[in-house]
């Protein structure tokens, strides 16, 4: 993801003006956070199997909705739009969230499947690239995604979005923008064509093929299935950038602060695809070995030791209306910022 300097003199302003005062995450926090933390990766493990079992099981359940809502439903209704972008829906959120679990959890961290012989270092590499169905090139993801927790927030930061001008959120709104070269503001593929990306995009065009064939082959139009394939990439891409653009958003550049967290409840099980979506991005950054389970673990431990600023300030709540509230914030502040004090959007 380019990074352009405008961002980055709008986050150092926003910081001087509005984060003076930021109920920052205290040392003796963190040190109790990151003792919690080495209990739970001991527990871990001595308990492999049960963490290699769980993620299989998530995996499975992943694919075979893909499946499902993919090949399957859509082939036994009537053909309709109706139930077109119903399926496509579905189809989109369910790839959405094996996407951001395999790469993230997967390519990035390496620790969906622990190694401990051949057949869970086979289950490891398939799960590292699942995310291949959907465009997302886990070699290059890998090879990036550390610099982003080294340089969170910094113009080394390879997915800064602490501060995010409007003009490129709104394009990623687009369709197809997850693929297109006009869109800058994505993480999961690289700029230019390398060998990998080659391997990637061969992978998801031939998965989207499969499904059209399917389609094509069950009354579906050339239409109908071009609007089914436009409408779930659009589904997975559009929630990915709200996710990733609320977590980090107008939060300080620091590491053990920089990012908000969902929690296990509705709009984080939406937003993220699922309690292994980065649903506690938080507990991420201040403990990055930590599984998805083990987050959602110090979630709770970190609300407990929190003060009731620090809980308006990193975590929502499971409110109807509360990330309602924090998306307005910084919808609102992007704008007014770059619209009022900075000019035109990059070109």
């Not at 991005?281 to 030791?305: G, V």
Request: charged share 15%; net charge positive; proline share 5%.
């Amino acid at each position: 993801m380019k990074v352009y300097p405008e961002e980055l003199e709008l986050f150092a302003k926003y910081t001087r003006e509005e984060l003076q005062d930021f109920p920052l995450v205290t040392d003796d926090q963190f040190e109790q956070m990151r003792t919690h933390s080495r209990k739970l990766k001991e527990w871990e493990k001595q308990h492999w199997v049960f963490h290699n079992t769980l993620n299989v099981v998530v995996l499975t359940l992943l694919v075979s909705l893909m499946v499902y809502f993919g090949m399957i439903l859509p082939t036994q209704l009537a053909p309709s739009y109706s139930m077109l972008f119903l399926c496509a829906g579905l189809y989109g959120f369910v790839s959405y969230s094996l996407c951001i679990f395999t790469l993230h959890e997967g390519a990035g961290h390496n620790s969906i499947i622990r190694n401990h012989g051949p057949i869970s270092r086979a289950l490891g590499f398939v799960a590292n690239n699942l995310c291949r169905l959907s465009f997302a090139d886990s070699s290059y993801y890998h090879s990036i995604h550390p610099q982003h927790h080294h340089s969170t927030a910094t113009e080394n930061d390879c997915a800064f979005t602490n501060y995010v001008m409007p003009k490129r959120f709104l394009i990623s709104m687009l369709p197809l923008s997850g693929v297109m070269p006009y869109c800058d503001y994505k993480i999961h593929t690289p700029p230019t064509m390398t060998k990998s990306k080659l391997v990637t995009d061969l992978i998801g065009t031939t998965w989207i093929l499969i499904i059209a064939y399917q389609l094509l082959t069950h009354g579906y139009s050339v239409l109908m299935t071009a609007v089914f394939i436009v409408f779930m990439t659009w589904v997975s891409f559009t929630v990915d950038r709200i996710r990733e653009t609320t977590e980090h958003n107008l939060m300080p550049g620091n590491k053990n602060n920089v990012a908000r967290s969902f929690g296990p409840n509705l709009w984080g099980l939406f937003i993220c695809g699922g309690p292994w979506g980065q649903v506690c991005h938080l507990m991420h950054h201040m403990l990055p070995s930590a599984t998805w389970y083990q987050q959602i673990i110090l979630h709770y431990r970190f609300k407990a030791i929190a003060t009731p600023a620090q809980l308006e300030a990193f975590c929502m709540q499971g409110g109807m209306l509360d990330y309602p509230k924090v998306a307005y914030k910084i919808l609102r502040t992007n704008i007014k910022d770059y619209f009022y004090a900075k000019g035109p959007g990059p070109s």
